[in-house]
């Protein structure tokens, strides 16, 4: 079946640095979503992406969908305490009602 | 935020019990999920609801089972619990004409001894 991996698992930063989460699936998505998970809160959604190439900005946070449809990136520039959290990516096939969720990274960001 | 309820909040059952979680939407929203999230594993779907009465699998729906009869309740439940069910169950519902992104609920962390 459809699997979607991240990686890291786990990443620390300080303060002000930069940070990149990679997402890639085995098959080709036809959309894919990022979330965020604050600890101990719930998902919360981000930002789609549909077009092949296609570069997403929000404030520090940059997405991108990759050419062949099959990875995905997020990357935060000069990291904040706020932005402590699990960030996950949600793939999806032939604009399904469902999405696979890849097991998330972890981000930790010291002050 | 949207409307999500999820009831209980925590819960501790024994194996073997049957246990019922809800999950509430004030959004009239048309899909709903039921997730579980476990530590390395990420979100993982159990069952999902297209509409009242219409639902359907996930990739790790063994052991559950789910209702639907009204757009508002999203039920799950575990016929017969199990250690392995432990886990942090999230609902989610995502509305028709905002294409595909989804809302969560708080969560039921669920502990099966």
């Known amino acids: 079946g459809q699997q979607v991996m991240q990686i890291p698992q786990y990443q620390h930063v300080q303060e002000g640095e930069d940070f990149t989460t990679y997402c890639n699936s085995s098959t080709t998505l036809s959309n894919i979503q990022w979330y965020k998970q604050r600890p101990g809160g719930h998902p919360v959604f981000l930002i789609q992406?549909?077009?092949?190439?296609e570069v997403k900005k929000q404030k520090r946070l940059t997405f991108q969908f990759g050419e062949a449809k099959k990875n995905s990136s997020l990357h935060i520039t000069a990291t904040q305490t706020t932005d402590v959290g699990t960030y996950f990516c949600?793939?999806?096939?032939?604009?399904?009602?469902?999405?696979?969720f890849g097991p998330g990274t972890r981000l930790s960001v010291l002050p | 935020d949207a409307g999500i309820t999820q009831s209980p909040r925590h819960k501790v059952t024994e194996t073997g019990t049957p246990v019922t979680l809800r999950c509430h939407q004030t959004?009239?929203?048309?899909?709903m999920y039921w997730y579980r999230q476990d530590p390395g594993h990420g979100l993982r779907l159990i069952h999902y609801s297209y509409g009242v009465k219409d639902t359907d699998k996930g990739e790790v729906s063994d052991g559950y089972s789910v209702s639907r009869s009204k757009t508002e309740d999203f039920l799950l439940t575990l016929e017969s619990a199990t250690s392995s069910q432990t886990s942090v169950y999230f609902c989610a519902t995502r509305p028709k004409d905002r294409a595909y992104e989804q809302y969560f609920g708080p969560g039921t962390r669920l502990t099966v001894t």
């Open positions: 949600a793939g999806s096939l032939n604009y399904g009602q469902n999405f696979v």
């Open positions: 959004e009239n929203h048309r899909y």
């Open positions: 992406l549909v077009k092949s190439g």
